[in-house]
């Protein structure tokens, strides 16, 4: 499957641990997003990023979540001291050329992450 | 600020019905237009798209044409099946940045 792969599927937390959870674009792809999906809402832009730089965070809550893309391996985004709040859908997505307004990105299955 | 906004839903149909899925934006660069589509338990996966004025996306039966004048981009299929149900997103990116931005979505559910 040449497609963007997340994992896990499914993660829960309890409150006060943390969540990492990892996303492979696909393959020739080297910009990375990450979309967070609250129940009955659309998907809210978190982060953009490029192998080992963050392009755009500001979506991205101020404190608890951080975002990496390394030079080796999975994107990973960490919520650290989980609430309940964090509960949601997040997805990757993935394009070959960040920033070309006219192509899609290609989205993950997600993971969705429960808080108990 | 840029924004899309979809028709609320659920929508219900029957087979073999006219669907149709209101979608409009505000954008302040020059935007490209997307539908993605989300099965249960799935992740989003486009549908069609248009990047300039009057451009129409097609695709299995899906159409939507980008309307500058009235900042439009209405999905629209002739004869929906079983198989469509899912949920439908409106969306779109601007030449000035990095993100897409999502509509709420819209439910549909076809009956046999």
């Known amino acids: 499957n040449a497609g963007v792969m997340q994992n896990p599927r499914h993660l829960v937390r309890r409150r006060g641990q943390e969540a990492r959870l990892r996303c492979s674009p696909m393959?020739?792809?080297?910009?990375v997003y990450w979309y967070r999906q609250l129940p009955e809402e659309g998907l809210k832009f978190m982060v953009y990023?490029?192998?080992?730089?963050?392009?755009?965070e500001s979506g991205m809550p101020k404190e608890r979540f951080s975002a990496e893309f390394p030079k080796e391996g999975p994107s990973i985004l960490r919520i650290q001291q989980v609430v309940r709040g964090d509960s949601a859908a997040y997805f990757c997505?993935?394009?070959?050329?960040?920033?070309?307004?006219?192509?899609?990105?290609?989205f993950g299955d997600g993971t969705r992450l429960s808080i108990l | 600020g840029d924004s899309v906004t979809q028709m609320e839903g659920p929508v219900t149909l029957s087979e073999e019905a006219f669907l149709t899925i209101n979608c409009t934006y505000t954008a302040t660069g020059y935007p490209s237009l997307f539908w993605y589509v989300q099965y249960p338990g799935e992740g989003l996966q486009l549908l069609l798209k248009?990047?300039?004025?009057?451009d129409k996306g097609s695709n299995k039966g899906f159409e939507a044409t980008y309307r500058k004048e009235t900042t439009s981009f209405h999905l629209e299929k002739g004869s929906v099946q079983v198989s469509d149900s899912a949920v439908y997103f409106c969306a779109l990116s601007v030449n000035t940045g990095n993100q897409f931005y999502f509509g709420t979505g819209t439910s549909l559910t076809v009956i046999p």
């Open positions: 393959k020739g792809h080297s910009h």
């Open positions: 248009a990047t300039k004025a009057d």
């Open positions: 997505a993935s394009s070959p050329n960040g920033g070309r307004h006219n192509q899609p990105q290609h």
């Open positions: 990023l490029q192998k080992e730089n963050i392009i755009d």
